[in-house]
C-alpha cells in the first residue's frame, strides 16, 4: 500500500523560504512519480509539482514556476519540495501524493491519489 507523509510546513514571513518532505513507504519510488498540491480555505486544490521517481524528470505550475523546486532522494524514499521567495498567497495546506504515470503525461486533477494527510504553511506579510 502506497503511503505518503508530508512534514516540513510551520510559519514564514514574506519572501523567506521552507522545504518541505514528502516520505513515503509501501512502494517502489522508481515506478512512481510524485506530486505536491495544495489547497487553501475556500478554495480548490491546486496541483504545483511533479518529479518522476524513473527519469527525475519534472514540471511545475507558473504559479510556483522560478520560486519552487522540487527534488527526491529515492534512497531515502522521499520527495521535497523547496519553497522559496514566499508570499501570503502561498498560505495552505500542501499535500503530496503518487501516480504511476510519467510527470509529462500526468493531469494534477486527475491521475494522483494516495494523499498525504497535508502540512500547513502559512506566510505572513
Known amino acids: 500500500e502506497v503511503q505518503l507523509v508530508e512534514s516540513g510546513g510551520g510559519l514564514v514571513q514574506a519572501g523567506g523560504s521552507l522545504r518541505l518532505s514528502c516520505a513515503g513507504s509501501?512502494?517502489?519510488?522508481?515506478?512512481?512519480?510524485i506530486g505536491w498540491f495544495r489547497q487553501a480555505p475556500g478554495k480548490e486544490r491546486e496541483g504545483l509539482s511533479c518529479?518522476?521517481?524513473?527519469?527525475?524528470?519534472?514540471k511545475y505550475a507558473d504559479s510556483v514556476k522560478g520560486r519552487f523546486v522540487v527534488s527526491s532522494d529515492n534512497a531515502k524514499n522521499t520527495v521535497y519540495l523547496q519553497m522559496n521567495s514566499l508570499k501570503p498567497e502561498d498560505t495552505a495546506v500542501y499535500y503530496c501524493?503518487?501516480?504511476?504515470?510519467?510527470?509529462?503525461?500526468?493531469?494534477?486533477?486527475?491521475?494522483?491519489?494516495?494523499w498525504g494527510q497535508g502540512t500547513q504553511v502559512t506566510v505572513s506579510s
Open positions: 501524493a503518487a501516480t504511476l504515470l510519467i510527470c509529462r503525461y500526468t493531469d494534477y486533477a486527475l491521475d494522483f491519489g494516495s
Open positions: 518529479i518522476s521517481g524513473s527519469d527525475g524528470s519534472t
Open positions: 509501501g512502494f517502489t519510488f522508481e515506478d512512481y512519480s
